[in-house]
């Protein structure tokens, strides 16, 4: 019994009974496993008790990266593409530029008598003739004739 007052005596928990031993069946015991202590030897220990192992870490990707962005690769090969196709028309042009540069004044005129021969003499030519046959009188009659 309790020493409190009798009107806090319902209040009370009653008391467990004594246990003389637990009872641990073979089945039912938590299994003993060997860890390594703080100086790396081997202890036992229940598995309750051991320290869980961390989680494994998952495989790295151990493939070589590229050393520039494909993408980037990419804009940049155009770039290039681009800038070689200008350079190419550039030197096109300055080839056929030093070429007129060095023909002189003489040999231009030819060049350009030339260039209209072959224009006019490709063309088909037609003649248009009109004549008018205007007769003045002394009176001041006039006729027109178209012939």
């Not at 004549?131 to 012939?147: D, F």
């Amino acid at each position: 019994m309790s020493a409190l007052p009798e009107r806090y005596q319902r209040y009370v928990q009653p008391e467990p009974r004594p246990v003389h031993g637990e009872v641990e069946l073979q089945a039912e015991r938590d299994p003993i496993v060997w860890v390594p202590d703080a100086y790396g030897e081997m202890v036992p220990m229940r598995r309750s008790h051991a320290p869980t192992l961390p989680a494994a870490t998952p495989p790295r990707d151990l493939t070589p990266q590229p050393v520039l962005d494909p993408i980037a690769q990419r804009m940049a090969a155009a770039g290039v593409g681009a800038g070689a196709a200008g350079a190419g028309v550039g030197w096109g042009i300055g080839q056929a530029a030093a070429g007129i540069a060095t023909i002189g004044g003489s040999t231009a005129v030819v060049v350009m008598l030339a260039l209209w021969l072959l224009a006019r003499a490709s063309r088909p030519s037609v003649q248009v003739r009109q004549t008018v046959h205007n007769h003045a009188t002394w009176w001041g009659r006039n006729t027109t004739n178209l012939g």
